[in-house]
């Protein structure tokens, strides 16, 4: 016990005198106890300004604590947004890759067996096909005309070959 503790008992002591069974015994009255405590006692009525005061506190903190909730949603709404996004993208840039390696290979059996036509039909279809809707893949290989390129020129050279046309001095290298 500390000396203020010490001081308190010594003066309770003093005041409980008991001297005999017969006498009563002596008690403080309460209000002296009251005045010799160490913490005052707390207020247990508040007036309506600080009810106000605690209620636009808390108001307060509410609208915090549903700001911070509502900004949290926003920012997983905005990364499934993105991820979504994210994912239509991969999405067509694998139908493009996919399209114009099928077309590619498409073309080049129609070179190899020798129906250019229907290879330059096919690649305009899916050209157009394109420029009409953006929702269908791009033709984005320039392979693809390359090698109808090549065909035509080959169909050219035999067509000299075989009908033997004088190109008016040009020389036809083989």
Same mark, same amino acid.
């Given at each position: 016990?500390?000396? !203020?503790?010490?001081?308190?008992?010594?003066?309770? %002591?003093?005041?409980?005198?008991? +001297?005999?069974?017969?006498?009563?015994?002596?008690?403080? %009255? %309460?209000?002296? $106890?009251?005045?010799? %405590?160490?913490?005052?006692? $707390?207020? $247990?009525?508040? =007036?309506?300004?600080?009810?106000?005061?605690? +209620?636009?506190?808390? =108001?307060?903190?509410?609208?915090?604590?549903?700001? +911070?909730?509502?900004? +949290?949603?926003?920012?997983?709404?905005?990364?499934?947004?993105?991820?979504?996004?994210?994912?239509?993208?991969?999405?067509?840039?694998?139908?493009?890759?996919?399209?114009?390696?099928?077309?590619?290979?498409?073309?080049?059996?129609?070179? !190899?067996?020798?129906? $250019?036509?229907?290879?330059?039909?096919?690649?305009?279809?899916?050209?157009?096909?394109?420029?009409?809707? =953006?929702?269908?893949?791009?033709?984005?290989?320039?392979?693809?005309?390359?090698?109808?390129?090549?065909? !035509?020129?080959?169909?050219?050279?035999? !067509?000299?070959?075989?009908?033997?046309?004088?190109?008016?001095?040009?020389?036809?290298?083989?």
């Amino acid at each position: 016990m500390n000396s !203020f503790e010490d001081q308190n008992v010594a003066e309770l %002591e003093e005041r409980l005198v008991v +001297k005999t069974y017969n006498e009563p015994l002596v008690v403080p %009255e %309460e209000q002296d $106890l009251i005045d010799n %405590e160490i913490e005052p006692t $707390l207020e $247990l009525t508040t =007036s309506h300004d600080e009810l106000s005061d605690m +209620k636009s506190m808390h =108001s307060e903190e509410r609208t915090i604590k549903e700001d +911070k909730r509502k900004m +949290k949603q926003s920012q997983k709404e905005e990364r499934e947004r993105q991820s979504r996004m994210k994912k239509e993208r991969l999405i067509n840039m694998a139908k493009e890759v996919s399209l114009n390696r099928s077309l590619l290979s498409y073309i080049e059996m129609c070179v !190899f067996i020798g129906q $250019l036509n229907k290879g330059v039909k096919t690649l305009h279809y899916y050209v157009n096909r394109h420029q009409d809707s =953006s929702k269908y893949a791009a033709v984005t290989d320039i392979n693809c005309y390359n090698t109808l390129m090549h065909g !035509f020129a080959a169909k050219v050279l035999l !067509f000299i070959q075989q009908w033997n046309v004088n190109l008016d001095g040009m020389k036809v290298v083989l």
